[in-house]
């Protein structure tokens, strides 16, 4: 459950940074409003999944996760470079995110 609920909170994650993105530095008042819930019930989702998972792994996971999935909403949705070593990189976080997840099981 703890892993189920660290997954949510990371797509949460992708999604306050993406709605704060199109808030226009808050000017916009319902991408800002999502935004910030989004990213108070993923900090939530976090402290819950911290109960049972180590705390490290934990957080790696959250941003690993959050950060590759902003990486990759931004080459989809915003059109920036998909350049094959800045994939590559993505693909590295992406591999450090499942070690994790296999050796703390």
Same mark, same amino acid.
């Given at each position: 459950?703890? !892993?189920?609920?660290?997954?949510?909170?990371?797509?949460?994650?992708?999604?306050?940074?993406?709605?704060?993105?199109?808030?226009? =530095?808050? @000017?916009?008042? !319902?991408?800002?409003?999502?935004?910030?819930?989004?990213?108070? /019930?993923?900090?939530?989702? /976090?402290?819950?999944?911290?109960?049972?998972?180590?705390?490290?792994?934990?957080?790696?996971? !959250? #941003?690993?996760?959050?950060?590759?999935?902003?990486?990759? @909403? =931004?080459? #989809?949705?915003? =059109?920036?470079?998909?350049?094959?070593?800045?994939?590559?990189?993505?693909?590295?976080?992406?591999?450090?995110?499942?070690? /994790?997840?296999?050796?703390?099981?």
């Amino acid at each position: 459950m703890a !892993w189920a609920l660290l997954f949510l909170a990371a797509v949460l994650e992708i999604a306050w940074a993406t709605a704060l993105e199109r808030s226009d =530095g808050f @000017a916009r008042p !319902w991408p800002t409003f999502v935004g910030v819930t989004a990213a108070a /019930l993923s900090f939530v989702m /976090l402290t819950f999944a911290l109960k049972t998972l180590p705390m490290g792994t934990a957080y790696a996971v !959250w #941003v690993g996760l959050g950060a590759l999935g902003v990486a990759i @909403a =931004g080459i #989809v949705v915003l =059109g920036e470079s998909a350049a094959p070593a800045r994939l590559a990189c993505l693909a590295l976080i992406l591999v450090g995110v499942i070690g /994790l997840k296999l050796l703390d099981g």
